[in-house]
Every structure is written in C-alpha cells, then in structure tokens.
C-alpha cells in the first residue's frame, strides 16, 4: 500500500478507538488521539505534495542559499582586486562558474517545460550581472584614488 493509504487507515483505526468507552471519557486520551490524527492528515499532504513542487522548492532552495554564500566573498574580492588590480582575470572563471551554477537551476526548469522559464532565465541573468557589477565597481574607484594621488605628486612637484 501506499504511504498515504496507510496514513489514513490510521487515522480511521484512531476515530475507531476514539469510540471506546473508556476513552470516550477520557478528555486527555481524545485530545491525544485528536492530535496524532491532525499530525497524521499533514502527513497525508506532505506525502502527496507533486514531484514539480518539490523540484521548484529545490531551485528557489538551491538558489537562494548559492546568492548568500556568494555574496558573503563581495568585500573579499574587492579588497583582492585593490591589492592586486591582475586578480581580475582570476575572477573571470569565477564568474563563469557562477554561471555554470545558476544553469542547473534552469535546467531543472526546463525539464518540467515550465512556462516560466523565460522570466526565471532574466531574473537569474540580472542578478548575475548585478553581482558582476558590484564586485567590480571596485576598479573605477581604485582608478581614480590612484589618479588623484598622481595628480597630488605632480601639483606638489610643480610648486
């Protein structure tokens, strides 16, 4: 039998011996037995939640823990890329990997032919380059920091 057959014989078995006598008088054993028979109904819904539902769990799951783990690094790399501006190409495959792993979200999608896949690829693809940026925004700044001192050297030099 099924899991979820055999929940309900449960819960019919409960309601059979909720009918005894001397737990018909018992307030405590019938609000026990009330209460497993509610536990067992969720039961019965959580057994019999779709295949589709659990693997959308799974991606907004996957997802949305990758984006916090993620973006606990953003101030390490920018402290990287200013003590050192040629880790920069380093962070190239590190962006491509981040690719590669918001994919397999996608493909989860995919695979149920789900109409939303469109609009899930955009948002995906805007938070990606939303990181991209944020991590980046480093190197103007440093760039400028370091023109300015250039143009404090040359003033000072002029004088």
């Known amino acids: 039998l099924s899991a979820g057959r055999k929940i309900h014989q ?12 001397q ?5 405590q054993t019938k609000q026990y037995l009330s209460d497993t ?3 067992l109904q969720r039961m019965v819904k959580t057994v019999n ?11 907004i799951s996957d997802a ?8 606990q690094h953003t101030a390490y790399l920018q402290e990287r ?8 190409r380093q962070l190239r495959c590190l962006f491509l990997k981040l690719k590669s792993i918001l994919e397999m979200p996608l493909l989860r999608i995919s695979q149920h032919q789900s109409p939303d896949m469109y609009s899930v ?3 995906y693809s805007s938070e ?12 103007p700044v440093s760039m400028f920091e370091i023109l300015n001192r250039i143009i404090t050297v040359q003033t000072s030099q002029l004088k």
């Open 10 to 21: 449960l819960v019919s078995a409960l309601t059979d011996v909720e009918r005894f006598h």
């Open 23 to 27: 737990i018909d008088v018992s307030l």
């Open 37 to 39: 028979r509610e536990h």
């Open 49 to 59: 939640v779709a295949e589709f539902a659990l693997n959308t769990l799974a991606v």
């Open 64 to 71: 949305s823990y990758a984006w916090g783990v993620i973006g």
């Open 81 to 88: 890329i200013q003590r050192d501006p040629s880790s920069v």
């Open 121 to 123: 690829t955009e948002y």
């Open 128 to 139: 990606l380059v939303a990181y991209v940026r944020g991590v980046l925004e480093v190197i």
